[in-house]
């Protein structure tokens, strides 16, 4: 398996403003990518985390509004930007080990107000 | 693309006794099909996992069966215990690396 860390871990925030959150694995990996869960809801897929090249958003998942960075083989980020406080959900980054395995970080919990 | 459904969204058991999940997926490509469980404040945990190739996989108290040609996958916890309660998720993924999750089953298990 991987260690997977998200900073922060929680964090509350005013509308209109913008929150990075990272995430850090302790091996290398090629594949990383970042998920929303909003309150009582399933994992919905945001976008892949290619390093070296612009991120593969999902369909209903912009640029502008969800950023991503992907600098090494083990760190990215994810922004939310001018956010509203129906962005509030878990973020959570996972990593592609070998076979299709992925594994979850613990997630950022936002709240927007 | 993939669509994945799970039944029950609640299920309550008594301790000891057997829980049972069952998902269905709606694209015939899909070839792997993890479990994960997802504890209070916490990122969903790997499980168990099961391809294509094989029609039933166990872990101790924990066991997955897959039936391709009606494209269902359930999970089968056995002899539960109160640390078992959790919001479990199936997921199924066809031939890249996307993982199509079901709605939750939120299981609580009685002492």
């Known amino acids: 398996s991987a260690v997977i860390s998200q900073k922060p871990s929680r964090d509350i925030c005013q509308r209109g403003t913008s929150l990075t959150i990272q995430c850090q694995v302790d091996?290398?990996?090629?594949?990383m990518f970042w998920y929303r869960q909003q309150p009582g809801q399933s994992l919905t897929l945001i976008a892949t985390a290619n390093q070296g090249s612009e991120a593969t958003y999902e369909s209903g998942f912009v640029i502008d509004k969800f950023p991503i960075s992907r600098p090494n083989l083990t760190f990215s980020t994810l922004t939310v930007s001018n956010m509203s406080p129906e962005d509030s959900s878990i973020y959570l980054c996972?990593?592609?080990?070998?076979?299709?395995?992925?594994?979850f970080g613990p997630g950022t919990r936002l709240l927007v107000l | 693309g993939e669509n994945v459904e799970q039944h029950p969204s609640t299920l309550s058991v008594q301790e000891g006794d057997s829980a049972v999940i069952k998902c269905t997926y709606s694209d015939s490509a899909s070839n792997y099909f993890p479990w994960y469980k997802q504890e209070l404040g916490k990122g969903p945990q790997l499980i168990i996992d099961i391809r294509s190739n094989v029609g039933e996989k166990k872990d101790q108290r924990i066991a997955v069966t897959l039936n391709k040609t009606a494209k269902h996958f359930s999970l089968h916890i056995t002899e539960t215990q109160p640390e078992d309660s959790a919001v479990y998720f199936c997921a199924a993924s066809p031939n890249d690396y996307k993982l199509s999750f079901g709605a939750g089953t939120t299981v609580t298990v009685r002492a």
């Open positions: 996972s990593v592609e080990l070998t076979g299709k395995t992925q594994y």
């Open positions: 091996s290398q990996v090629t594949m």
